[in-house]
């Protein structure tokens, strides 16, 4: 423990066991030749256990092998490393999260100092597990403002955004995207008929359908109360058209009472000027002249 001696005779203590982090000194061959008495008071490591022994002793198998991987070579190199994370382990084995900083001399010696970094663990698994939290529900907030809550389709805003980035995507790879307006025939009728939860029954088997039908590549919303809309990316009119009659078959197999549900199909191919304004207005009237046309059937518009 050294002492010093002040020049009006007042002995002063400056001994490194006053610190409140470990102060450890290696040798050449990596063999512990000091430490302070925190290794004891906080490790509960007797300086007799350490003194002699390699450094690996008092850590973990990934520390040692960062010790040797990284910490040494460092050292070797730059002569100092600075707030590198190791685990450190006590006389019982029980492991301490510590940052360490060690310094080497010309001699081959290192002095290493170990501050316990325990806390400020657990304050970063707090922040993680805080942001990890506010991710989730950021992620919650994001699809409940972008899908329907009936069908869990995308809701009508959502299709207004990404109809364009669609549209636009189209336009420079030269395809073309076909827009279906897909509207419940008498869904009026079927409400009165048969009640509300039951329109909402068939609302939601409507949209299971479409998405099943449909590729992952294919947008599909609830646009309105009875209405949805698909568009369907890199498409061509004749293709289209079979989509469209497979489509009338699968929603024929949604019952309501004894019979097949129904609904009629305005459809419309984009060009290389199409907004998606334009597009849904066409589509939309062409769903007026299908239902003009006495419902069950699709009208591309021309
Ligand atoms: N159950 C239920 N009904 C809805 C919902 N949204 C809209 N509707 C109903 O959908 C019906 C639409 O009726 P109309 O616009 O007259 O259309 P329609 O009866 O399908 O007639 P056509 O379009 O000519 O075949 C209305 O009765 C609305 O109340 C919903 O979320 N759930």
């Known amino acids: 423990m050294p002492l010093h001696q002040l020049d009006d005779n007042r002995v002063t203590d400056y001994s490194a066991d006053y610190f409140l982090s470990g102060a450890l000194v290696t040798n050449a061959d990596n063999v512990i030749?000091?430490?302070?008495?925190?290794?004891?008071?906080?490790?509960?490591?007797?300086?007799?256990?350490?003194?002699?022994?390699?450094?690996?002793?008092i850590l973990t198998k990934s520390s040692k092998i960062f010790l040797q991987s990284?910490?040494?070579?460092?050292?070797?190199?730059?002569?100092k490393c600075q707030e590198m994370q190791l685990i450190m382990l006590s006389a019982q084995g029980e492991r301490m999260a510590v940052t360490v900083n060690a310094q080497l001399d010309e001699k081959g010696f290192i002095y290493w100092s170990f501050?316990?970094?325990?806390?400020?663990?657990?304050?970063?698994?707090?922040?993680?597990?805080?942001?990890?939290?506010?991710?989730?529900?950021?992620?919650?907030?994001?699809?409940?403002?972008?899908?329907?809550?009936?069908?869990?389709?995308?809701n009508r805003r959502e299709m207004d955004y990404r109809s364009v980035l669609l549209l636009e995507q189209a336009k420079r790879t030269h395809r073309?995207?076909?827009?279906?307006?897909?509207?419940?025939?008498?869904?009026?009728?079927?409400?009165?008929?048969?009640?509300?939860?039951?329109?909402?029954?068939?609302?939601?088997?409507?949209?299971q359908c479409l998405k099943k039908i449909s590729r992952q590549t294919d947008l599909v919303a609830r646009y309105g109360g009875?209405?949805?809309?698909?568009?369907?990316?890199?498409?061509?009119?004749?293709?289209?058209?079979?989509?469209?009659?497979?489509?009338?078959?699968?929603?024929?197999?949604?019952?309501?009472?004894?019979?097949?549900?129904t609904v009629s199909v305005g459809?419309?191919?984009?060009?290389?000027?199409?907004?998606?304004?334009?597009?849904?207005?066409?589509?939309d009237n062409a769903v007026y002249q299908a239902k003009a046309n006495g419902k069950n059937t699709t009208y591309m518009h021309s």
């Open 33 to 57: 030749v000091y430490v302070n008495t925190y290794f004891k008071k906080e490790l509960h490591w007797h300086c007799n256990e350490l003194i002699g022994k390699y450094i690996d002793k």
């Open 267 to 283: 459809a419309c191919m984009s060009d290389s000027n199409s907004t998606f304004t334009e597009l849904f207005k066409h589509a």
């Open 115 to 154: 501050f316990n970094a325990t806390q400020r663990d657990k304050l970063y698994d707090e922040l993680i597990k805080t942001r990890e939290k506010l991710e989730a529900q950021t992620e919650r907030l994001q699809s409940l403002a972008s899908t329907d809550e009936l069908t869990s389709l995308l």
């Open 226 to 261: 009875e209405e949805f809309l698909i568009m369907l990316p890199d498409t061509h009119s004749a293709d289209t058209l079979i989509f469209c009659q497979r489509l009338h078959q699968l929603i024929a197999e949604i019952k309501v009472g004894s019979e097949g549900l």
């Open 70 to 79: 990284y910490v040494l070579p460092t050292l070797i190199h730059e002569k």
């Open 176 to 207: 073309s995207v076909a827009l279906l307006v897909i509207d419940i025939d008498d869904f009026k009728q079927i409400n009165d008929t048969y009640g509300h939860l039951e329109g909402d029954r068939v609302l939601k088997e409507l949209g």
